[in-house]
């Protein structure tokens, strides 16, 4: 079986097959009663590096941007300012709770260069909290397929992004929008 690859070339794919085009039952093999010898069926199993080449297709298909559900980098979490940084802690440890892949990024970068790698690195949703956000509970969300969300925006409930982020997830929606 062979699946065509971003780049059109067929690639192969795991697969299970049963051969029955094999000559006719050779002397030794087991005789059925009533019909004489039985044709051999040959089952060929290609497994083996077959999840690997899965990956790649997969890898490749969707460029690194990979669907929310499927994603190893969901939510990066990047505080406007140290003094926040509690409440970035917060907002990770609410997420991971949901299952959520998440990190925050509170190094010594500046905030502009943390965007910056965060969507380098092709995560889904980069939340910029700052003490506005910190106040109402709320954070700022920056969609990485939208290119409208990538200023600051309306400022969201943390519980509806949660909510928002899970329907997401549970539905596994390719369109990464909440």
């Not at 030794?28 to 077959?50: D, F």
């Amino acid at each position: 079986m062979t699946a065509e690859a971003a780049t059109k070339q067929p690639q192969n794919s795991p697969h299970t097959q049963a051969h029955s085009e094999t000559p006719a039952a050779p002397a030794g093999t087991p005789k059925v009663p009533g019909s004489g010898r039985a044709r051999p069926v040959m089952v060929h199993r290609a497994i083996i590096g077959s999840f690997e080449r899965f990956m790649a297709i997969l890898t490749e298909h969707f460029a690194g941007k990979w669907p929310f559900w499927l994603s190893p980098r969901q939510v990066l979490v990047i505080p406007v300012s140290p003094a926040v940084n509690d409440y970035v802690e917060e907002v990770q440890r609410l997420l991971k709770a949901q299952k959520m892949h998440v990190d925050v990024d509170i190094s010594g970068n500046t905030m502009q260069k943390k965007i910056r790698t965060g969507q380098l690195q092709q995560y889904n949703f980069i939340f910029v909290v700052g003490a506005q956000e910190k106040e109402s509970q709320s954070v700022n969300i920056r969609n990485r397929d939208d290119q409208e969300t990538q200023s600051k925006g309306k400022l969201v409930p943390l519980e509806e992004a949660i909510s928002k982020l899970r329907a997401l997830k549970k539905e596994r929606r390719m369109v990464n929008a909440i």
